[in-house]
C-alpha cells in the first residue's frame, strides 16, 4: 500500500509544485472528499479501487454536497476547506489532484466520471478532449 500511496502523493506534488508532501496530501484529502460527493455506483467505487488505499477511503466517505457543484463553486469549496488558501491557490489544488485521478482512473473511467459532473469538469481533470 504504501508504495502506491507515495507514487500517488509524488504525482500530485509535482503537478501542484508543492513546498512539502504535507500539502499535497492535505489538498489530495479535501479534493477527493469533494468528489466523493458527486460521483455515486460503479463509477465511485471503481474510481476508489483505483486509488491507494487511504485516498480510497477518503472518496468512499465524502463531505456532504446538498447538490451537484459547478466547477467553480467546487473550486470555492475546496479553498473553504484548506486553511489560507484563496480560489487561486485552490484552482491549483483541483488541477494537481484531478488530473493525478484522471491518469488513475484511464480515459474510459474519467469520462464516465465526467458524465456524472456538471458541464466544466473537463478542464479541472486536464481533460478537455473528453467534454461530453
Do not use: C, K
Request: charge should be negative; aromatic fraction near 6%.
Amino acid at each position: 500500500m504504501r508504495p502506491r500511496w507515495h507514487a500517488f502523493l509524488d504525482r500530485v506534488a509535482e503537478r501542484g509544485d508543492y513546498d512539502t508532501p504535507q500539502e499535497a496530501e492535505r489538498a489530495a484529502r479535501v479534493v477527493l472528499a469533494l468528489l466523493g460527493a458527486h460521483l455515486v455506483g460503479d463509477v465511485r467505487t471503481a474510481l476508489a479501487a483505483r486509488l491507494p488505499e487511504t485516498f480510497a477511503v477518503v472518496l468512499l466517505n465524502p463531505l456532504q454536497a446538498a447538490e451537484p457543484l459547478t466547477p467553480e463553486r467546487f473550486v470555492r469549496a475546496t479553498a473553504a476547506w484548506i486553511e489560507g488558501a484563496t480560489e487561486r491557490t485552490a484552482a491549483w489544488d483541483v488541477s494537481a489532484v484531478l488530473s493525478v485521478v484522471a491518469d488513475a482512473a484511464g480515459e474510459d473511467l474519467t469520462g464516465r466520471m465526467l458524465l456524472q459532473l456538471p458541464p466544466g469538469y473537463d478542464l479541472l481533470f486536464g481533460r478537455p478532449d473528453l467534454s461530453r
